[in-house]
């Protein structure tokens, strides 16, 4: 069997068989490693800035990937209530459907429900860690603080 062949054979196999939630959840995985990769390596930003922003984008994806499952899954299961000849069709289409709504509306609000309270509790974690430097300065006192208006002048014994 040649590479041709085979690779032909992997890719109908695959074609015949994908669901739509099958290439956003790869895609979802892709991102999940690859984007807070590349935010820990630009040299540009602070790294408690990029550790958050990595923290946070592994976390976005960590709940995409199952919510685009479940949702696609779900949704399919739909397909059951159609006329037995629309019921393959439908199925394949449906899933695409709750993909979509996985997409706009329940990754959205699964992110804003789970991401802000685990995000406070890692930055409590690392404000228990280090301790706030404290930064000494000398008070000038006769710089801040004026309590007469002194006005002095070279003028001798007049008005």
């Not at 592994?58 to 299961?77: M, Q």
């Not at 899933?95 to 930055?123: E, H």
Request: aromatic residues 8%; positive net charge; contains cysteine.
């Amino acid at each position: 069997m040649s590479k041709a062949s085979m690779l032909r054979r992997i890719c109908d196999s695959l074609g015949k068989n994908n669901k739509p939630q099958y290439v956003v959840m790869a895609i979802g995985v892709a991102k999940g490693i690859v984007r807070p990769m590349f935010t820990m390596m630009d040299k540009k930003e602070d790294h408690e800035t990029k550790k958050y922003t990595a923290i946070r984008e592994g976390l976005t994806e960590a709940i995409a990937v199952p919510t685009y499952w479940f949702c696609g899954l779900g949704a399919g299961k739909l397909a059951a209530l159609m006329p037995k000849e629309l019921r393959k069709s439908a199925n394949k289409n449906l899933m695409f459907i709750g993909v979509c709504v996985a997409a706009l509306i329940v990754i959205p609000w699964a992110c804003s429900l789970a991401i802000k309270p685990v995000m406070k509790k890692i930055q409590e974690n690392n404000v228990k860690k280090k301790p706030t430097p404290i930064n000494y300065q000398p008070l000038n006192y006769y710089s801040t603080f004026k309590p007469f208006n002194h006005s002095y002048g070279m003028k001798v014994g007049g008005v």
